[in-house]
């Protein structure tokens, strides 16, 4: 991953602060549900036009819905998550929706991913996959956005790593 856009080099520290956010979001978009085959989450870079439709024909062929956690290093230094770009194979195509965000309801438990926008609906994280609903959760979302930002930190904190939601494997990229 050092040298691709968005990441200026990759530390261990940058390692456990990707597995604890996919830990965190994992506890955030389940609950207390346990992800089955189905449904990933990833993490890595922000994907380019040619990494998406590497990433979906993967999706495609697994029949697996992918939820990608997009980190970057800003030029301040501070490395975090910038986005989310979630994959849907169903048929014979991969429905790609980048720019996409965590949203939590007030007094809610469990998040919703919310695409860009000009995208219709939104999606709740199943055990198996990821669910379509149609409609916007609220008509001005970034209240919401906020709270789910916060959240996964508070999550983090807690050590979201030691939960049973999610299993974490490394996997190194080809590219």
């Known amino acids: 991953m050092v040298g691709r856009k968005g990441l200026k080099t990759?530390?261990?520290?940058?390692?456990?602060?990707?597995?604890?956010?996919?830990?965190?979001?994992a506890k955030l978009l389940?609950?207390?549900a346990v992800m089955k085959p189905g449904v990933a989450i990833t993490a890595g870079?922000?994907?380019?036009?040619?990494q998406k439709k590497t990433v979906a024909y993967m999706a495609l062929q697994s029949?697996?819905?992918?939820?990608?956690?997009?980190?970057?290093?800003?030029?301040?230094?501070t490395f975090g998550l910038v986005g989310i770009c979630i994959f849907l194979p169903r048929g014979n195509a991969c429905h790609i929706f980048s720019d996409c965000q965590l949203w939590?309801?007030?007094?809610?438990?469990?998040?919703?991913?919310?695409?860009?926008?000009?995208?219709?609906?939104?999606f709740r994280l199943a055990p198996r996959e990821l669910i379509h609903l149609d409609g916007k959760p609220c008509?001005?979302?970034?209240?919401?956005?906020a709270r789910a930002h916060d959240r996964v930190i508070e999550i983090m904190r807690r050590g979201a790593c030691a939960m049973p939601q999610v299993r974490i494997d490394e996997i190194a990229s080809p590219c």
């Open 30 to 32: 389940l609950g207390s």
């Open 63 to 77: 029949v697996t819905d992918v939820v990608h956690l997009e980190f970057a290093t800003n030029d301040a230094g």
């Open 139 to 145: 008509a001005s979302p970034a209240e919401g956005i």
């Open 10 to 25: 990759v530390t261990d520290q940058n390692t456990a602060s990707m597995h604890a956010h996919v830990a965190a979001v």
């Open 104 to 122: 939590l309801g007030e007094g809610k438990s469990r998040a919703l991913i919310l695409p860009r926008p000009t995208s219709r609906g939104h």
């Open 45 to 50: 870079v922000p994907l380019d036009h040619a």
